[in-house]
């Protein structure tokens, strides 16, 4: 269903984003925001999936200033690879990775209104994107690994947030759910009785169930902030 273009940043950093165009005429935009995995099959499948919903979906490469074509799965080793490579975009300096994320919301405002989704590094990245990026009229993060410490929840999103979280993520802590649920009672929270990852099908962490109603509720936010 979709394809690869190339987008350029403000600093002219040219990268990859996977495009996938609904049939139609589009409700609007999504950029989807890798894990650390890369635009693997996986994150290519959900841009799909948001472009059969009837968006303009963008699967920006967030990997390639660091490096270019990756494409993990899940087992150890890509896990350690992946975790590597966030590391090290985590450590370039500002506005570093946040750029490629604006060059992409850009490129996908031509669609309407522009929504954003990121699982795992990728749910970090949409909260910091719903503070920092412009252009955006609604962020919802799945499982934000590193977006409920308190460096993180002193941030003030700037457009509507539904955050989506694993009641047994050991990545997440409860507690420090609860505590960025009480410093943003704006920002609605669900929680889901499953693990770090349930989104994804082809990791073990899968939860069919708590997936189908997170993309419900995902898909109603956007139908009513992304109209």
Known sequence: MGQFIDLTAK????????????????????????????VNSHIRSVAD???????????PATFHRVKQGVELGYAEDDMKAGIALKMAVEGLPAPGVLQDLQAAVDYASKAGKVGIVGYCWGGLLT????????GLSAAAPYYGGGSTTPEEIARKPKVPVLAHFGKEDHWIPLDTVEALKKAHPEVEVHIYDCGHGFNCDQRGAYNAAAAKLAKERTLAFFAKHLA
């Open 11 to 38: 600093d002219g950093f040219t990268f990859p984003a996977y495009v996938a165009e609904p049939a139609g005429k589009p409700k609007g935009a999504v950029v989807v925001v890798q894990e650390i995995f890369g």
């Open 49 to 59: 999936g948001y472009a059969a919903d009837g968006y303009l979906a963008i699967a």
């Open 127 to 134: 909260w910091r994107a719903a503070a920092e990026v412009s």
